[in-house]
């Protein structure tokens, strides 16, 4: 697995069905900023996308939308069927600019979910502000021309000085 982060502004991305999985997973992408293109499980034409997920749908019609969509080069993933994900989800938590993913490479979503519930507790709805608060630093510093060496030392010395770590 590849953890990445990627930019939804940049991406045209779907969900074909029409179920409570569907939904959800419209929802994740919303919050995570995407315009997501709803689509059913058979639709006549894939429209340029580059990430389709698939949800809701009996094994044999996901299989069909997958190898369809996989053939016009767009990446799929099919709800609790890994064998025909190019991609997993992670479980997500969101703080602002602060994410945090958990992977099990879809061997226990359920796991991932409880080790992320676990470190919900750690990261607190507080931290979308510290973010936002050492993302202005770091454009300020930026500005003055600091190094990336620099700015990484600059970080640590504001994490120490806050105690947000300790």
Do not use: K
């Not at 609790?80 to 600019?97: I, Q």
């Not at 994410?99 to 226990?108: K, P």
């Not at 750690?122 to 510290?130: D, M, N, Q, S, V």
């Amino acid at each position: 697995m590849i953890p990445i982060t990627l930019d939804p502004s940049r991406l045209r991305l779907a969900v074909a069905g029409a179920g409570s999985a569907a939904t959800r997973r419209l929802g994740l992408l919303r919050a995570a900023g995407a315009l997501p293109l709803a689509l059913p499980i058979a639709p006549a034409r894939l429209p340029g996308l580059d990430l389709l997920w698939i949800a809701d749908a009996d094994a044999a019609a996901a299989a069909a939308l997958a190898a369809t969509a996989r053939a016009r080069g767009i990446l799929v993933n099919v709800e609790d069927r890994p064998e025909l994900c190019d991609f997993r989800n992670a479980a997500e938590l969101r703080r602002g600019d602060l994410l945090i993913a958990v992977s099990t490479g879809g061997a226990s979503p359920g796991l991932a979910g409880a080790i992320r519930d676990r470190i919900a507790a750690w990261f607190g709805p507080e931290w979308a502000e510290r973010v936002a608060e050492l993302g202005a630093r770091r454009r300020a510093w930026r500005a003055e021309g600091r190094s990336l060496p620099e700015l990484a030392r600059l970080t640590a010395a504001a994490l120490a000085e806050a105690g947000w770590l300790a």
